[in-house]
């Protein structure tokens, strides 16, 4: 069974910065693309980062370029979002998601349960 636990959201003021982290078991992880994705209220959720199974390369939404880091640990199946210059729209609800065919992820074969991420003015 495939789990993928999210941690590391919370609360920050506008300008500040957190690292999230995506734990995950149950599968090979060196297998999968990893992509962080959000959701706000009353709003689909987006794409935000995605990083290759061997990390070599990554890919951002243009709003996060610059701001936001994804990076993935194969020996600790983590995978990681370093948000940094964090503005009141990047307040979302952020999953990460694993997926076997490609790393332009858009219905990933798995998905964490989510993560809170505020960011108050």
């Known amino acids: 069974q495939v789990h993928m636990v999210e941690s590391g959201g919370g609360l920050v003021q506008a300008g500040g910065s957190l690292k999230l982290s995506c734990v995950v078991s149950?599968?090979?992880?060196?297998?999968?693309?990893m992509g962080w994705f959000r959701q706000a209220p009353g709003k689909d959720r987006e794409f935000v980062a995605s990083?290759?199974?061997?990390?070599?390369?990554?890919y951002y939404a243009e709003s996060v370029k610059g701001r936001f880091t994804i990076s993935r640990d194969n020996a600790a199946n983590t995978v990681y979002l370093q948000m940094n210059s964090l503005k009141v729209e990047d307040t979302a609800v952020y999953y990460c998601?694993?997926?076997?065919?490609?790393?332009?992820?858009?219905?990933?074969?798995?998905w964490g349960q989510g993560t809170q991420v505020t960011v108050s003015s």
């Open positions: 998601a694993a997926d076997s065919r490609t790393v332009f992820i858009t219905t990933p074969d798995y």
């Open positions: 990083i290759r199974r061997s990390g070599t390369s990554t």
């Open positions: 149950g599968l090979t992880f060196s297998d999968y693309a």
